[in-house]
T-cell receptor, first 112, second 110 residues
Framework: GQQLNQSPQSMFIQEGEDVSMNCTSS?????WLWYKQDPGEGPVLLIA?????ELTSNGRLTAQFGITRKDSFLNISASIPSDVGIYFC????????????FGQGTTLQVKP | DVKVTQSSRYLVKRTGEKVFLECVQD?????MFWYRQDPGLGLRLIYF???????EKGDIPEGYSVSREKKERFSLILESASTNQTSMYLC?????????FGSGTRLTVV
């Protein structure tokens, strides 16, 4: 099936540092989504991107939808311990019935 | 508060057993999905349904079936559980405005 390539696979950072992760695909997506999953819970939507080139912020989080609609990045500024979790990118591509295709996930650990 | 509820958080089943994973949503969403989550592989789509009694295969449907008799309920069935089906299973429902996930069922097949 279609795949999103997400990197890095894991990150271990110091509290206060900025974080950046990205996703790429060989397919064009109509919508890019970024989710966070806390341990023992389902993914929760952080940011949704609908237009090529769109830059959207949600508090300390910023995400951009690539111009080609084949990539996206997520930045977290001034990380805090509660940022710990798994971050997933997901895409919905043209002609789809609305199903999400997920990246492999980035596991973030923050050292206080 | 809108919800997607999965009936069990943890399940342990024996190889060869028939397993039912239940998912209920209270948002009147038409689309419902079943994913499995494995380390390093992200979430992979097993089956989805865009209406009652409708179903479509996702990327990894082998060994699974589904049932959608009512709009709010989407069941995942493992006809004969195998150890390689040990995983976290996540249900989701969606509308135009986005997806909502359940908390997941961690299934162990021994």
């Amino acid at each position: 099936g279609q795949q999103l390539n997400q990197s890095p696979q894991s990150m271990f950072i110091q509290e206060g540092e900025d974080v950046s992760m990205n996703c790429t695909s060989s397919s064009i997506f109509n919508t890019w989504l970024w989710y966070k999953q806390d341990p023992g819970e389902g993914p929760v939507l952080l940011i949704a991107l609908y237009k090529a080139g769109e830059l959207t912020s949600n508090g300390r989080l910023t995400a951009q939808f690539g111009i080609t609609r084949k990539d996206s990045f997520l930045n977290i500024s001034a990380s805090i311990p509660s940022d710990v979790g798994i971050y997933f990118c997901a895409g919905i591509f043209s002609g789809n019935t609305g199903k999400l295709i997920f990246g492999q996930g980035t596991t973030l650990q923050v050292k206080p | 508060d809108v919800k997607v509820t999965q009936s069990s958080r943890y399940l342990v089943k024996r190889t060869g057993e028939k397993v039912f994973l239940e998912c209920v949503q209270d948002m009147d969403h038409e689309n419902m999905f079943w994913y499995r989550q494995d380390p390093g592989l992200g979430l992979r789509l097993i089956y989805f349904s865009y209406d009652v009694k409708m179903k479509e295969k996702g990327d990894i449907p082998e060994g699974y079936s589904v049932s959608r008799e009512k709009k709010e309920r989407f069941s995942l069935i493992l006809e004969s559980a195998s150890t390689n089906q040990t995983s976290m299973y996540l249900c989701a429902s969606s509308s135009t405005y986005g997806y909502t996930f359940g908390s997941g069922t961690r299934l162990t097949v021994v």
